[in-house]
């Protein structure tokens, strides 16, 4: 694996204005979290695109290497980013290449998953120990779900055979997903303000196919961290960039999604 990456993204998607994120936001499948980058933080679009910018997340769209980051302009480091994302975001190694090209500025691109496979961890989660009785080892999301039924149960463990925690939530609610039960498919671990909060039954919620923005998230100081046992997905994504003088770079990486919805370098 090559290590020169100059990370240099986050929320450079929205380096040459929001019109392409709200021109995308409704297909936009993922959302790249945290990295490196420290340069990315402010590189966000302003109140009116929050959401749009949360989802990209503060550190990294997609990984930019040095060579291909030194000869893009803004708007096509901010569209090879968003390619990353969606390619990340793809159901399936086999899904088609993600191009792009510039008129402008004569440059295209390709965005190409190589290969995928999930990787068993051990991370470390904020909970809410007064609600969340158990920590069994889970598949991580890092996903917003909506709620799909009414009045629906939070329990402190994966089963009927543990007490409600909270309220319910109700229909048409976004919730943070941590991850799936991996002994018991049907449940998923949620979060409240970064913190696992308990288990809902897996089919009352609907995917929304977004990452969790984690900008606004403030975890509480009764929360406490815990180690778990997790299974976390990872792809490798191959960007090539072809310039306007006909010359190109191609470079790859190993990402693996983290529970938060973060994709950090493998």
Not at 8 to 19: D, E, M, P, R
Not at 83 to 95: D, F, I, M, V, Y
Not at 241 to 255: G, I, L, Q
């Amino acid at each position: 694996m090559r290590k020169s990456f100059g990370v240099v993204v986050g929320c450079t998607i929205a380096l040459a204005g929001c019109q392409t994120l709200e021109q995308t936001k409704e297909n936009f499948g993922t959302a790249i979290g945290a990295v490196t980058g420290g340069a990315a933080g402010a590189l966000l679009c302003g109140k009116k695109y929050k959401l749009a910018c949360g989802l990209v997340g503060a550190g990294i769209g997609g990984f930019i290497g040095n060579r291909i980051g030194k000869r893009l302009d803004d708007a096509d480091k901010r569209q090879l980013a968003l390619e990353t994302s969606q390619a990340l975001a793809s159901s399936s190694s086999s899904a088609a290449p993600r191009v792009w090209s510039n008129p402008k500025t004569g440059v295209k691109g390709k965005v190409t998953v190589k290969d995928e496979s999930t990787k068993s961890v051990q991370t470390s989660i904020p909970i809410l120990k007064d609600r969340v009785k158990v920590t069994p080892a889970l598949d991580l999301v890092g996903e917003t779900y909506k709620v799909s039924s009414n009045a629906l149960n939070v329990r402190g463990g994966p089963g009927t055979d543990y007490q409600p925690v909270g309220t319910k939530l109700t229909r048409g609610q976004d919730v943070h997903v941590v991850g799936r039960v991996q002994s018991k498919p049907d449940w998923m671990l949620i979060a409240q303000n970064g913190a696992g909060s308990g288990y809902v039954f897996a089919k009352g919620l609907r995917s929304t196919g977004y990452a969790v923005a984690q900008s606004d998230q403030k975890v509480p100081a009764a929360a406490e961290t815990v180690q778990i046992a997790a299974k976390q997905q990872c792809k490798t994504v191959e960007q090539q960039v072809t310039y306007a003088d006909n010359t190109s770079d191609t470079e790859s990486v190993r990402m693996c999604q983290q529970g938060d919805g973060s994709w950090s370098i493998s």
